[in-house]
């Protein structure tokens, strides 16, 4: 079955310290995967895909087929983090989106 | 560039009856797709629309249903309503060319079901 995981509901960090939200997948195929984030009182966003290997906002992210993760990292995490983020697996076309339950970064001063 | 909007943002209906929710995507956009979000379920697929075809269906009983237009637009309809549709419906709309893609979300519209 087609699943994505966030294990955690919520991550605490400090400001400047590193930043890690896990994502693991389970998918038969050959996954894409792309991470969303969502800030208080604004649109889901789409942050990055796997694909493109793009860092956005500081924020990089690497598929691992072998332990099928795509972990979301961040070397200094700033206040500004703070948000929900949502993991998701392209379930066979591009809009065909299988999210995590997301994880809710809170970055303290 | 004008974002995706919804209408209406919000929404009280009683149990038994119908609703009609409308997305118009980015300019250029040919796909459309819309999503359930509730505190239980998180983000669930609903379906998506590309070209006036629909392309993929979630996992939803045959009373949601939906539909686009030639300009892209689309609606979603859910029918005799139940307590468990109380939900925000997200769409997204989307390009992708090469290795460019794009997608961006609507604000959603609350639907609440009395």
């Known amino acids: 079955a087609q699943r994505v995981t966030q294990p955690e509901k919520l991550l605490s960090v400090f400001k400047g310290a590193p930043v890690e939200l896990k994502c693991n997948y389970s998918y038969s195929g050959s996954p894409e995967l792309f991470w969303y984030v969502q800030y208080s009182r604004q649109r889901l966003q789409l942050l990055l895909r796997h694909i493109s290997r793009e860092s956005i906002k500081g924020f990089t992210a690497d598929l691992n087929k072998g332990e099928t993760s795509f972990h979301l990292k961040k070397p200094f995490a700033q206040e500004e983090d703070s948000a929900m983020y949502y993991c998701a697996l392209n379930g066979g076309s591009q809009g065909n989106l299988i999210f995590g339950k997301g994880t809710k970064l809170s970055v303290k001063p | 560039k004008a974002g995706v909007t919804q209408t209406p943002r919000y929404l009280i209906k009683t149990r038994g009856q119908q609703v009609t929710l409308s997305c118009s995507p980015i300019?250029?956009?040919?796909?459309v797709s819309w999503y359930q979000q509730t505190p239980g379920q998180g983000l669930q697929f609903l379906f998506e629309y590309f070209s006036e075809t629909q392309r993929n269906k979630g996992n939803f009983p045959g009373r949601f249903s939906g539909r686009q237009f030639s300009n892209s637009r689309s609606e979603m309809n859910v029918s005799t309503l139940e307590l468990g549709d109380s939900a925000l419906y997200l769409c997204a709309s989307s390009f992708g060319s090469g290795g460019h893609y794009e997608q961006y979300f609507g604000p959603g519209t609350r639907l609440t079901v009395t």
């Open positions: 300019s250029g956009h040919r796909s």
